[in-house]
């Protein structure tokens, strides 16, 4: 009981966490160390969360009679040994159902996507290499998911720049593609789906994939300022573009909120002095350390509630 | 996928050449590529990988004299690009739900970001000094 307790607070505190921490730690925190600590974070503890629910659930369930006498424990000594609140462990158990029900959804929802995105980026690649060079005006330049992904590119946007700016774009698309980013969106996404109070990770998340393909792209071209000029000169050319072909509505739909309205922070990252930030990386760490480990105690504890309860139905039954 | 076979596909450096043949408007020769790239990587390297990204499928290599050229190959077959594009805007637009693809590089700004952008750009991409923060 302890332990779960302890898993519930520190999982609230890892909620209460995110929304203060989850920004700063991309944007301070190397990308690639603070994305996957992130997706990570976010699952370990939406995980936790979702056995202990269970586990609460259980431990309530367990006493009624039928289940049990087919379980084969005594519901007295289960009362006894772990002594939930009838209320609480119902609540637990509606809970359980409801988040597990929503992650399933959630990763069904992922692997239609991800079909989807995979057959569409097999046949625009036809044989050819990850890089696509679509004939469309409009301007956009994106990276399509994947076991074979590819970058999109229009030649709208291409012709409108540079080469320097050009070298960016596909710098930063690549690293995308290359490092699997969309891995840790579903991750993250998938964690919000088993714990809505993590939400504000899936916005730092996205935000960070962003920040960690930018450093890559000015790794490539050697000078972040450079990159962040590139950055701006781009964003400013696709918005002009976008306005000449805005009539289409479909082209009007906001594709990542949070990533996509915070260009000028990742033009502002880029600036300033390349991010080390370990303090608080080891303090996250900490945090979800203690989490997962409060967990695996709270899981041993109820166990050995329900060991128990298993030895005094044995004695009892072999009595009779 | 034939060649490509259960490794990953892209290493470090054919992701960063490929970038970088793709930011070209015109093809570019081995001597080219090697100086764009960081890390001064050795012209051998370089040769090797643009090779290896040709028989991938992922460039054409054109003949200039004694000299090879590399670009981006056109993907084989013609798609109907109008159709894909409509795909690429449902993908895209589907319900808030766009994890199975990535951001734009860039998207929507609204005035207060172009704003702050064109004047990031004015002062020559230095960082502020005595900004808000």
Not at chain 1, 22 to 51: D, Y
Not at chain 2, 58 to 77: F, H, I, Q, S
Request: aromatic residues 2%; glycine residues 10%; positive net charge.
């Amino acid at each position: 009981m302890t332990a779960a307790l302890i898993v519930l607070t520190l999982v609230l505190a890892v909620a209460a966490t995110v929304p203060v921490v989850g920004l700063p730690l991309v944007s301070r925190v190397r990308p690639s160390a603070a994305v996957p600590l992130l997706a990570a974070g976010s699952l370990i503890s939406a995980a936790s969360i979702g056995l202990v629910l269970v586990l609460l659930g259980l431990a309530v369930v367990g006493r009624v009679p039928p289940v049990a006498d087919f379980g084969g424990w005594s519901v007295d000594t289960l009362e006894v040994a772990v002594p939930v609140p009838a209320v609480v462990g119902a609540a637990a158990a509606a809970l359980a159902v409801v988040l597990i029900g929503r992650t399933l959804h959630r990763a069904g929802r992922i692997l239609l996507l991800l079909s989807r995105a995979d057959r569409l980026s097999r046949r625009l690649r036809g044989g050819g290499g990850p890089i696509v060079v679509v004939d469309d005006d409009a301007a956009d330049a994106f990276t399509l998911a994947g076991v074979k992904g590819c970058v999109v590119i229009s030649r709208g946007l291409l012709d409108a720049l540079g080469p320097a700016d050009r070298r960016m774009l596909t710098g930063h698309e690549m690293s995308h593609l290359r490092r699997r980013h969309h891995l840790y969106v579903h991750a993250v996404d998938l964690a919000v789906a088993a714990n809505p109070l993590l939400t504000r990770a899936a916005g730092a998340v996205r935000l960070g994939v962003e920040r960690w393909a930018d450093e890559d792209a000015a790794r490539l071209t050697g000078d972040r300022a450079a990159a962040a000029s590139a950055l701006a000169r781009t964003a400013l050319v696709r918005s002009s573009l976008r306005r000449r072909t805005a009539r289409d509505p479909h082209r009007s739909v906001p594709v990542l909120g949070v990533a996509t309205s915070h260009v000028t922070d990742r033009a502002r990252a880029l600036l300033a002095p390349a991010p080390h930030g370990a303090v608080l990386t080891l303090g996250v760490m900490t945090l979800l350390i203690a989490t997962s480990a409060a967990a695996v105690a709270s899981t041993i504890q109820i166990h050995q509630g329900f060991e128990l309860a298993e030895m005094t139905w044995w004695t009892t039954t072999a009595g009779k | 996928m034939g060649i490509s076979g259960r490794r990953p596909e892209l290493g470090r450096l054919e992701s960063a050449v490929l970038a970088v043949v793709a930011a070209s408007a015109e093809p570019l020769t081995v001597t080219r590529v090697q100086a764009e790239l960081p890390g001064d990587p050795a012209y051998t390297t370089v040769m090797s990988t643009l090779a290896r990204l040709a028989q991938k499928g992922a460039l054409r290599r054109v003949r200039d004299g004694r000299a090879y050229l590399y670009e981006l190959a056109a993907p084989a077959g013609s798609i109907d690009d109008a159709l894909t594009a409509r795909q690429m805007r449902r993908l895209l637009g589907e319900g808030g739900d766009h994890a199975a693809v990535l951001a734009r590089f860039v998207a929507e700004l609204d005035d207060a970001d172009e704003r702050l952008l064109t004047d990031l750009l004015a002062r020559g991409g230095r960082p502020e000094t005595g900004g808000p923060e």
